[in-house]
């Protein structure tokens, strides 16, 4: 069996991992200049690594990343962080908190005693409720998708206080967007094995994960630059053709964009699938990385500082002082800040604008520094998959219609993270596997 795996980002990567320890021959297309998809890294001549995208691993909420790390030799090389928080109010009070332990914002004392005893009994029957084992699986969350959003469930269970002071700055941070637009079976399974998260990284950034997935499969099988133009069938095998040539092969992997892979398979797809594919939410994204030559603030006692408060559009979900979270992302004695903004203020902001944003939030968060040494904008019309009311069920629906031999893979079929990607991208390699047994 010959498979192309079209896709080079964390889910492309562990299925040419999956493939490669199986002996399955394969090719790799990526598009970009080099693999990662939202986890590369951009290494910069004066010494700083920007993530470009994710910033941690979550250890035993990402259980399939881990064992793979573990498989290969690689678990030893994650430097761990414990993610110091401090929440920022409207009024600048901070309160304290640790981003990998949902128990410490019980003591924010703008909670009441009402509003903690309510956090802790819908703990308690979050915990005795039947959830996914997995956040990240898709169709784990499937089974418990309804028509009902976040913020919705969060008031109504945990209260308007907790809902501004506990479940909107962790959501902001990760996703980014209003609350009303995610659904519910991710944050209820995440809340529900909260005690299992363990912060880390590699000393490289998250993109080195990639990397290790590829170590020892042969230069000749990856092709970067080289995006897919069309996929056609020729009897029983499918011909894979990009700029200068094509190959054939006995199967496919696509773990692109959830519409890159509709259009790429078209012509192959009933219109219910097609349009299964293109009711994926993406959402624009932006974060903004301020680098110090000279750390203005080394003695601050947060890694993290959450803005909130009581209601309103915040630009910022976030700023995180990367030399804290990853020293060896920055140089000796530098400091570069991430400020993770929020969807709805994006629109109407242009990219000098936020950049200047990004610089005042900083001063604002951290105290008044000198003048950065460099100002990095990403940004993204189409950043980050948004799980709405009902979308894993519309996504899980999208594998038994595809054609035999077809599989996908990516962030979409979840929650966008890096264990939905390596879980799907590994899933999709072994479905291959399956199908190949039961062909011989």
């Known amino acids: 069996m010959k498979v192309a795996i079209i896709g080079g980002g964390p889910a492309g990567c562990a299925a040419a991992y999956t493939l490669q320890k199986n002996n399955i021959d394969f090719e790799l297309f990526e598009a970009a200049d080099e693999v990662g998809g939202r986890t590369k890294q951009l290494h910069r001549d004066d010494g700083y690594n920007l993530g470009t995208g994710a910033l941690f691993l979550m250890g035993g909420i990402y259980p399939r990343t881990m064992a793979l790390l573990r498989e290969m030799g690689r678990k ?11 929440l920022m109010d409207d009024d600048r009070s901070r309160y304290p908190v640790r981003l990998d332990s949902f128990l410490s914002f019980i003591k924010v004392p703008t909670l009441g ?5 309510r956090i802790i009994g819908t703990g308690l029957r979050l915990f005795f409720t039947p959830s996914a084992r997995n956040p990240f699986d898709g169709s784990q969350l499937a089974r418990y998708d309804g028509d009902e959003n976040l913020e919705d469930w969060s008031r109504a269970n945990l209260g308007d206080k907790a809902f501004e002071y506990v ?3 962790i959501m902001d941070f990760l996703y980014a967007v209003p609350l009303r637009e995610l659904s519910t079976p991710f944050p209820k399974a995440l809340m529900k094995q909260g005690h299992k998260i363990a912060l880390s990284s590699p000393e490289g950034g998250i993109g080195q994960i990639n990397e290790w997935f590829l170590d020892n499969v042969s230069p000749d099988r990856i092709h970067v630059s080289t995006p897919v133009e069309g996929l056609t069938r020729e009897d029983q095998k499918w011909r894979v053709s990009y700029s200068g040539g094509s190959i054939l092969v006995d199967s496919l992997i696509i773990a692109t964009e959830a519409f890159i892979a509709a259009n790429l398979l078209k012509a192959h797809l009933s219109e219910d699938a097609y349009s299964r594919l293109m009711s994926t939410h993406y959402t624009e994204y932006a974060h903004v990385v301020v680098g110090y030559d000279e750390d203005p603030w080394p003695d601050y006692p947060s890694d993290i500082v959450l803005p909130v408060g009581e209601g309103g559009v915040r630009n910022v979900g976030a700023m995180v002082l990367h030399g804290r979270r990853l020293p060896a992302s920055v140089p000796n004695r530098a400091q570069m800040v991430g400020v993770y ?13 936020i950049k200047e944003e990004a610089v005042k939030q900083v001063n604002a968060a951290f105290g008044q520094a000198q003048k950065p040494s460099f100002v990095h904008l990403f940004r993204y019309k189409k950043g980050l998959t948004i799980a709405k009311p009902g979308h894993y069920e519309i996504l899980n629906k999208v594998h038994s219609l595809l054609p035999k031999g077809v599989e996908l893979a990516g962030d979409y079929f979840s929650q966008a993270g890096v264990e939905a990607a390596v879980h799907s991208g590994e899933k999709a390699a072994k479905n291959l596997l399956r199908y190949r047994a039961q062909e011989f």
Do not use: C
């Not at 030893?76 to 401090?86: F, H, I, N, R, Y």
């Not at 005693?113 to 005893?117: F, I, P, T, V």
């Not at 969807?343 to 242009?350: A, E, Q, R």
């Open 76 to 86: 030893k090389q994650l430097v761990p962080w414990t993610g110091a928080s401090e």
């Open 113 to 117: 005693l009402r509003d903690k005893l």
């Open 167 to 169: 479940m909107r700055p």
């Open 341 to 353: 903004f929020n969807t709805p203020p994006l629109k109407d902001m242009s990219d000098d604008d």
